[in-house]
């Protein structure tokens, strides 16, 4: 395929959720499959969750069983249901004991975060553990210059001011 490159480490994580969530476009999300098959398509849009005052973010409420995962060290991987039917893939960022994650919303061939998973048979097995084996970032051979399109995140509208933080970010050819 030519398109291998290399894994990202986990200091990129440790960094501003923003910021990271900016820097995951173009990037290539990796997934090995239990029969040994590997699915890379470049990320094409994120959304950023970040800190207690974050209405939109799961940990607005605290610590619960659900948001635990988002307290991990960066690059823990964080994967919940919604609707009861879709699963979403999202990296935890920042530093432990922060609540901060990036959801990927959309990748070349996927776009929503529920098609994101099933694209790359993403469940809820894979929540909790760290980036590398199953599931990897990797830096593009080649980069891709593109612009970045902020825009509001979708579906939080019960968030308050939240839901006006222009935390989506989409790449554009």
Not at 23 to 39: A, D, Q, S, T, V
Not at 81 to 88: A, N, P, T, W
Not at 134 to 139: D, K
Request: net charge positive.
């Amino acid at each position: 395929m030519g398109l291998q490159g290399m894994k990202i480490k986990k200091d990129f994580f440790r960094s501003n959720t923003l910021l990271v969530a900016k820097n995951l476009l173009g990037k290539y999300l990796c997934r090995r499959l239990p029969n040994g098959e590997i699915i890379r398509e470049r990320i094409t849009e994120t959304e950023a969750y970040k800190g207690f005052d974050d209405k939109a973010s799961h940990a607005s409420r605290g610590r619960t069983k659900r948001t635990e995962v988002m307290f991990a060290p960066a690059g823990t991987i964080y994967v919940y249901l919604i609707y009861g039917m879709h699963h979403c893939l999202n990296i935890v960022t920042e530093k432990k004991d922060y609540p901060a994650a990036v959801l990927i919303r959309g990748v070349e061939g996927a776009n929503g975060p529920g098609r994101v998973c099933k694209y790359f048979n993403i469940n809820r097995d894979l929540n909790g553990k760290q980036l590398g084996k199953e599931l990897w970032i990797e830096n593009p051979r080649i980069r891709m210059v593109g612009k970045i399109q902020a825009s509001r995140r979708i579906g939080v509208d019960y968030a308050g001011e939240s839901k006006d933080k222009l935390w989506r970010f989409i790449m554009i050819k």
